[in-house]
């Protein structure tokens, strides 16, 4: 069974929400993840993989949009609406309105919510799906970014 994550900020912003998945990306791969960044759409995986070249000053992590083609280095994190390939389902960060398909694979599901009572009633679906496959998620609530 994954250990799942809940992360709701304080803010109604979808930016901020797309900040700070970065930003929890940057801190997995720093730890020698490689996770997967789920999103619904092509668009939100391609500002994903934008906003990583650019969030931080400095900061280096590999990456690419994954499209049903394995990247040529293994050590890369992927963004894409697919679900993830199978080096990637360890660690998952959830940016989509849908529980991760086959997600008791995955070892830890990170999943960020803004403010917002469209992403938080998604949120509640998803934390009821975790609760009735006999997990218990747990949230933290996030008053500033990492």
Known sequence: MPEISFYVLATESTRERHLFACKLIEKAYRSGSFPYALTDTLEQSQLIDDLLWTFRAGSFIPHQIYTGELPAIENTVLIGSSPPPEHWHKTVINLSSQCPQNFQQAERIL????????TKAWGRQRYRQYQHAGIMPVTHKISHTL
Do not use: H, K, V
């Open 111 to 118: 999943e960020i919510l803004d403010n917002s009572e469209e």
